[in-house]
């Protein structure tokens, strides 16, 4: 084999390579003789196929999957011999394949860049700590309380705060609309989470008593085709109950699956705290990434930055789709019309994000508040491995997933950026995924220099905790994962970022300072929302 290196500009390398005719000739006699050995034809006995009617049954066939092969092998040989870590896998263009002549094709492949040896040692950063005050602990409780009221049922008018359940038939004139009907529906008098007019009607209403009860769809209503609407709804009120004070005592922990208060409480101060301390991660991680990529500058290879470039473009697009839809009603039309029988018709908009949070424990959906300021990652892409000639690495194995989701902190989100002229948007997402990469080869190095590793232990803890995200299907969860190598991956992902993360900022040793709860959840927002991070300003 011969290879002659034609190009070299920046991190792109082109080789022409030339396999000898007879080499290929060869490959393909062998493969033959390896059919002729257990291939029946009538007249011949196994073994005894002449090499002649081989060649004429299967010599095409036997010659490009020779071609193909010899291509393959013989381009990852070339990689080794010239000590090449490609990024990608190589290119090839054939350039003469014709039978009884030398192979010749084009190889180009973008290798690795040169990388630095990173210090962390001196990054100077910040870690926010924030406690959980006893005041938040008590407001959280008190919410539980709240949630866990009970009520009794009661002879007299209804009152605001009562709550009473009812059977409901809605119209728009003559005509009834899904979601129009309801039978044992619950209404909190007062609340305020039904259409504007509905409750205060049925105030004064008892246990038994009909009502003819006339409303307004208001115009700005999330189902297009009840905004602005007048509708009547004949309701039939089946229980009146009064609502008993907020219990907070040992009673309250047994509600919510506890022992006692003191459980409860110290139940609710663990939970926040996880929560404050994730965010605290978070806004590190945020400020380490910022502070890695001011210092560290140096080439990356064009096609791995086009590839995360169009993942970004990609979801610009499905973001700016799903805004589109949303503006145009779809989106709330169908929800609103699923079901003969919902109450969906009647509640506020802004209360139908609500509804599933009652199938929540109380405990749990007060502690899981503070992940409202959370970034969720779109995608992880970091693994622990890098490209060798006979597995080159891919772009997604070594973009920082945390850059996903928090690039947007000094890069600007796609979400927020609609306004752009389209060239200008694309030239600054092209930038932001030139700087996901170059911080997903530095971690990625950083990890392989430092023998960071995923065990296959935390691969299965991984693989369990998704698993448990779709309950009903968790043999089917953990079938797919197991058959499909990416999808391992992007579970390994995470596992190893986190681990890289860590390493970095032990040795970085982040300065802690103290701050309350609003302070960081204010910090966590400004992020979110584009603001500069501490590293940028």
């Known amino acids: 084999m011969q290879i002659t290196e034609t190009s070299a500009e920046g991190l792109k390398r082109e080789f022409k390579i030339t396999v000898p005719a007879t080499e290929v000739e060869d490959q393909i006699s062998r493969r033959l003789g390896e059919i002729g050995q257990s291939i029946r034809i009538p007249g011949f006995r196994p073994g005894k196929v002449p090499m002649p009617l081989l060649r004429k049954r299967y010599g095409p066939a036997v010659r490009h999957e020779v071609l193909e092969s010899t291509v393959q092998g013989s381009s990852a040989e070339a990689m080794r011999e010239q000590n090449l870590r490609p990024a990608l896998p190589p290119r090839v263009e054939i350039v003469s394949a014709t039978e009884g002549a030398d192979l010749e094709y084009k190889m180009s492949v973008e290798v690795l860049p040169d990388m ?110 009840l905004a602005g609407k007048d509708a009547v709804f004949e309701v039939k009120v089946k229980e009146v109950r009064q609502r008993l004070p907020a219990a907070i005592d040992d009673s309250l922990a047994e509600a919510v699956g506890l022992d006692t208060l003191a459980e409860l409480r110290q139940e609710v101060r663990q939970r926040m705290q996880r929560d404050y301390d994730s965010v605290a991660r978070q806004r590190v991680k945020r400020v380490l990434l910022d502070k890695l990529a001011e210092r560290y500058d140096f080439p990356v290879p064009p096609g791995m930055v086009e590839m995360e470039f ?196 032990e040795l970085a040793k982040p300065a802690e300072r103290k701050v309350t709860p609003q302070e960081l959840m204010t910090g966590a927002a400004e992020d979110e929302n584009g603001g500069p991070s501490e590293a940028t300003v």
């Open 116 to 225: 630095p040896e990173p210090d962390f040692a001196d990054l100077r950063i910040e870690r926010l700590i924030a406690d959980v005050p006893e005041e938040d602990i008590d407001r959280a409780v008190e919410r539980i309380a709240e949630a866990q009221r009970k009520s009794e049922p009661v002879e007299r008018p209804a009152e605001n705060g009562d709550v009473i359940a009812v059977d409901f038939d809605g119209k728009l004139g003559d005509v009834e609309f899904p979601g129009g009907k309801g039978e044992n529906v619950s209404i909190e008098l007062g609340a305020g989470r039904f259409i504007p007019g509905f409750e205060d009607q049925l105030l004064g209403a008892k246990a038994g008593e009909d009502r003819t009860i006339r409303v307004t769809f208001p115009a700005d209503y999330g189902a297009p085709d």
């Open 310 to 505: 169009n993942t970004i473009w990609a979801q610009h697009e499905s973001e700016k789709e799903r805004r589109t839809q949303i503006e145009a009603g779809e989106t709330a039309g169908a929800g609103a019309s699923e079901g003969p029988v919902d109450a969906a018709a009647l509640i506020a908009p802004e209360e139908t994000a609500l509804e599933g949070g009652s199938e929540r424990s109380p405990a749990t959906a007060e502690a899981e508040k503070p992940h409202e300021h959370q970034h969720e990652p779109a995608a992880h892409h970091a693994t622990s491995h890098r490209g060798s000639a006979e597995e080159p690495l891919d772009a997604a194995a070594v973009i920082a997933p945390e850059e996903t989701a928090l690039e947007g902190a000094s890069d600007s989100e796609p979400a927020a950026a609609e306004d752009q002229d389209e060239e200008k948007l694309k030239e600054e997402y092209h930038r932001i995924a030139e700087r996901r990469v170059r911080l997903g080869l530095l971690l990625a190095e950083a990890g392989r220099s430092n023998n960071i590793t995923v065990t296959q232990e935390e691969l299965n803890q991984a693989l369990a905790q998704e698993a448990r995200r779709h309950p009903g299907y968790e043999r089917q969860v953990i079938d797919f994962y197991r058959k499909s190598p990416e999808a391992i991956n992007n579970l390994r992902a995470p596992i190893f970022e986190e681990k890289v993360v860590d390493f970095i900022l």
